[in-house]
């Protein structure tokens, strides 16, 4: 089992998602977060003084998929998370452990 | 603390005894308001009206129209006090305008400590202008006429220099009791009040985010009680600043026609006085002196109450005719909002050049800066002239933000002195070189309209001169003192980690946004 975190533009979430559920991801979770990557913010003037803007806001998105659903569900993010400028984001892979269903109990791949 | 408390019992107590000092009523003070208005407040009310002696004469042979005289004076005077109450009601509302502006500029950490200090504001300074304020701003003014007399108020102080009488401050009206209480005072109180809060509010603005809530009420009651009633007496009130005209032949004496210095300017430099004492914000300006910008949590909250400001600025200008039978009044509602649009355009036009952007945190100062300019020459000028002194406020503001910041040193979180302070002195020049000579005629004692340089007359400038220096001179110095030796007995200033974290559960004990994750 893997964990997808995938950090995109705030206002692709629509698209990722819909892509994301049409590729069989059955779940996700978002937050809203902040950050940089080498896009380093960018600079604003507010009544005449720099605001120096280092934290761009973003959208997270955490979903955990089959190992098989993986390259299916990453394709889904790139497509429609892109727009070819610098600040598109980044997705970050990593294994899991254990998932357990809360509801029935359940755990391991069936629960997910 | 024990000696605060002592200090505070002393002085309160000391007022009642002055207050109830005339204990019994003057003969011609009706709080009912039964016999104010009569046939009396025809003559000279228009240019065709009866004279006194008509009134007399026509007793015998007349008997009707003498009866219908006092029943017009009676609606004439009624007119004009509707008028003026209901224009106090506006400027009232004003204090909601001067809460969301401050509030949406700044962070929303401190909200509900922001708009605290603009709500308490105003029971403070109404109740500390009803113990003394008022006595001592108004109590020598002679009343009101065109609102029905209010005669009672005819003890000023006067020292003489020169010569002449040198009006200084009044004492009649302490607690609005005694003689002073009457139907027309009251509706003066009324009216003199909601100017006197919009004074006590701007302070706030530059002094956000860091002032502790105590030592802000001790301030409310000491600029309500004695620096606005002071300098407004010497305008106002029938003191030395508006005699200098009967006295010393400058022009009509100083003119103030809704108050860009008795407001503004004792505003804007009182927050001077105490953004100087209390410091700026943590974070503000970095060791080498280079300021960092803070902005505003809620931009949609401050252009509302700035909207709300300049409604209520009809009733601040058009009110101050003191008469809703002087049409005059649409000229002056005219002129005020033609500057507040000059203000607002010359304001974004100098970002957009400048900056690239027109930034609407400074267009909104520049509306309200045009709002400030006008306030003192709004019944003396033609719109091109409004429209003009709006313009020039609004590149003012521009600069007067930039100095304040960068050359002063000062943080003005929400340009209250650009705003106020810089625009109530041009308001004051303006005043002396735009007044074109299509009204005033007889006012402060002296005949024939008000003229300003530009249309032939340079005595005026002097006065409005003189006054700008006064009040600077006058307002910093006593506020300073007072914010100096308050920051001895009680801190100005929260702690530094109360500070970080936000002022509004600790200051006032209440969370602004408690189900909001919000950057501290």
């Given at each position: 089992?893997?964990?997808?975190?995938?950090?995109?533009?705030?206002?692709?979430?629509?698209?990722?998602?819909?892509?994301?559920?049409?590729?069989?991801?059955?779940?996700?979770?978002?937050?809203?977060?902040?950050?940089?990557?080498?896009?380093?913010?960018?600079?604003?003037?507010?009544?005449?003084?720099?605001?120096?803007?280092?934290?761009?806001?973003?959208?997270?998105?955490?979903?955990?998929?089959?190992?098989?659903?993986?390259?299916?569900?990453?394709?889904?993010?790139?497509?429609?998370?892109?727009?070819?400028?610098?600040?598109?984001?980044?997705?970050?892979?990593?294994?899991?452990?254990?998932?357990?269903?809360?509801?029935?109990?359940?755990?391991?791949?069936?629960?997910? | 603390?024990?000696?605060?408390?002592?200090?505070?019992?002393?002085?309160?107590?000391?007022?009642?005894?002055?207050?109830?000092?005339?204990?019994?009523?003057?003969?011609?003070?009706?709080?009912?308001?039964?016999?104010?208005?009569?046939?009396?407040?025809?003559?000279?009310?228009?240019?065709?009206?009866?004279?006194?002696?008509?009134?007399?004469?026509?007793?015998?042979?007349?008997?009707?129209?003498?009866?219908?005289?006092?029943?017009?004076?009676?609606?004439?005077?009624?007119?004009?006090?509707?008028?003026?109450?209901?224009?106090?009601?506006?400027?009232?509302?004003?204090?909601?305008?001067?809460?969301?502006?401050?509030?949406?500029?700044?962070?929303?950490?401190?909200?509900?400590?922001?708009?605290?200090?603009?709500?308490?504001?105003?029971?403070?300074g109404?109740?500390g202008f009803?113990?003394c304020g008022f006595a001592i701003m108004m109590g020598g003014s002679?009343?009101?006429?065109?609102?029905?007399?209010?005669?009672?108020?005819?003890?000023e102080f006067t020292i003489?220099?020169?010569?002449?009488?040198f009006g200084l401050f009044g004492?009649?009206?302490?607690?609005?009791?005694?003689?002073?209480?009457?139907?027309?005072?009251?509706?003066?109180?009324?009216?003199q009040m909601?100017f006197m809060d919009t004074t006590a509010?701007i302070p706030?603005?530059?002094?956000?985010?860091?002032?502790?809530?105590?030592?802000?009420?001790?301030y409310?009651?000491f600029i309500s009680m004695f620096v606005y009633p002071i300098y407004g007496n010497w305008v106002w009130g029938g003191g030395w600043l508006s005699t200098l005209?009967?006295?010393?032949?400058?022009?009509?004496g100083v003119l103030d026609f809704a108050g860009s210095s008795v407001v503004h300017m004792t505003g804007g430099v009182a927050a001077v006085a105490?953004?100087?004492?209390?410091?700026?914000?943590?974070?503000?300006?970095?060791?080498?002196?280079?300021?960092?910008?803070?902005?505003?949590?809620?931009?949609?909250?401050?252009?509302?109450?700035?909207?709300?400001?300049?409604?209520?600025?009809?009733?601040?200008?058009?009110?101050?005719?003191?008469?809703?039978?002087?049409?005059?009044?649409?000229?002056?509602?005219?002129?005020?909002?033609?500057?507040?649009?000059?203000?607002?355009?010359?304001?974004?036009?100098?970002?957009?050049?400048?900056?690239?952007?027109?930034?609407?945190?400074?267009?909104?100062?520049?509306?309200?800066?045009?709002?400030v300019?006008?306030t003192a020459?709004?019944?003396?000028?033609?719109?091109?002239?409004?429209?003009?002194?709006?313009?020039?406020?609004?590149?003012?503001?521009?600069?007067?933000?930039?100095?304040?910041?960068?050359?002063?040193?000062?943080?003005?979180?929400?340009?209250?002195?650009?705003?106020h302070g810089?625009?109530g002195a041009?308001g004051m020049?303006?005043?002396?070189?735009?007044?074109?000579?299509?009204?005033?005629?007889?006012?402060n004692?002296?005949?024939?309209?008000?003229?300003?340089?530009?249309?032939?007359?340079?005595?005026?400038?002097?006065a409005q001169s003189i006054a700008v220096v006064t009040n600077i001179i006058f307002v910093f110095v006593v506020m300073y003192a007072f914010?100096?030796?308050?920051?001895?007995?009680?801190?100005?200033?929260?702690?530094?980690?109360?500070?970080?974290?936000?002022?509004?559960?600790?200051?006032?004990?209440?969370?602004?946004?408690?189900?909001?994750?919000?950057?501290?």
């Amino acid at each position: 089992m893997k964990k997808i975190e995938a950090i995109i533009r705030t206002h692709k979430l629509e698209d990722v998602k819909n892509a994301l559920t049409v590729a069989g991801v059955q779940g996700m979770t978002i937050s809203h977060v902040e950050g940089f990557g080498r896009q380093k913010g960018h600079q604003e003037i507010y009544r005449g003084t720099e605001v120096k803007v280092s934290f761009v806001p973003k959208i997270k998105i955490v979903a955990v998929v089959q190992d098989a659903m993986l390259e299916k569900a990453l394709t889904a993010i790139v497509d429609n998370a892109q727009t070819g400028k610098v600040g598109d984001g980044k997705i970050f892979v990593s294994d899991v452990a254990e998932v357990v269903r809360i509801r029935t109990g359940e755990r391991g791949e069936v629960a997910i | 603390m024990r000696r605060m408390k002592t200090f505070v019992t002393a002085a309160i107590l000391a007022l009642l005894l002055i207050g109830i000092h005339p204990l019994r009523g003057d003969a011609a003070s009706d709080p009912s308001g039964v016999t104010i208005g009569s046939a009396s407040d025809v003559v000279g009310a228009t240019p065709g009206a009866p004279s006194a002696d008509d009134i007399k004469n026509m007793a015998a042979s007349e008997p009707l129209a003498v009866k219908l005289a006092d029943v017009v004076g009676h609606n004439r005077i009624a007119i004009n006090m509707v008028w003026v109450l209901f224009c106090g009601f506006l400027v009232m509302f004003m204090q909601a305008g001067f809460a969301l502006a401050e509030t949406g500029f700044t962070r929303a950490k401190n909200a509900g400590h922001t708009m605290a200090m603009n709500f308490m504001v105003y029971p403070v300074g109404m109740l500390g202008f009803w113990m003394c304020g008022f006595a001592i701003m108004m109590g020598g003014s002679g009343g009101a006429a065109s609102i029905g007399g209010g005669s009672a108020l005819a003890n000023e102080f006067t020292i003489n220099l020169f010569g002449k009488d040198f009006g200084l401050f009044g004492s009649t009206g302490f607690f609005l009791s005694g003689s002073a209480y009457d139907a027309v005072i009251f509706s003066m109180f009324l009216f003199q009040m909601v100017f006197m809060d919009t004074t006590a509010t701007i302070p706030t603005g530059a002094m956000a985010e860091r002032w502790t809530f105590k030592s802000f009420m001790i301030y409310g009651f000491f600029i309500s009680m004695f620096v606005y009633p002071i300098y407004g007496n010497w305008v106002w009130g029938g003191g030395w600043l508006s005699t200098l005209g009967k006295n010393f032949g400058f022009g009509h004496g100083v003119l103030d026609f809704a108050g860009s210095s008795v407001v503004h300017m004792t505003g804007g430099v009182a927050a001077v006085a105490g953004a100087m004492v209390l410091g700026p914000r943590l974070g503000k300006f970095n060791k080498d002196g280079s300021p960092n910008a803070m902005p505003g949590h809620h931009i949609p909250m401050a252009l509302t109450g700035c909207f709300i400001l300049a409604f209520g600025w009809f009733g601040f200008n058009a009110g101050s005719t003191l008469a809703g039978g002087d049409l005059r009044i649409g000229v002056v509602a005219v002129n005020t909002m033609l500057a507040s649009a000059g203000g607002a355009l010359s304001s974004a036009l100098f970002m957009w050049f400048r900056y690239g952007k027109p930034d609407i945190s400074m267009i909104a100062n520049g509306f309200l800066a045009g709002l400030v300019a006008i306030t003192a020459p709004c019944a003396f000028v033609n719109s091109v002239s409004a429209v003009g002194i709006g313009v020039i406020a609004g590149i003012l503001l521009c600069y007067a933000v930039f100095f304040v910041e960068r050359k002063m040193k000062l943080d003005d979180p929400v340009g209250a002195i650009s705003v106020h302070g810089i625009n109530g002195a041009w308001g004051m020049i303006a005043l002396g070189l735009f007044a074109d000579g299509t009204y005033g005629d007889g006012l402060n004692g002296v005949a024939g309209p008000v003229k300003g340089l530009f249309y032939g007359d340079g005595s005026q400038l002097a006065a409005q001169s003189i006054a700008v220096v006064t009040n600077i001179i006058f307002v910093f110095v006593v506020m300073y003192a007072f914010f100096k030796i308050l920051n001895k007995i009680t801190p100005l200033r929260v702690a530094a980690d109360l500070e970080e974290n936000g002022l509004d559960m600790a200051e006032v004990a209440v969370n602004a946004y408690p189900e909001f994750n919000i950057n501290r």
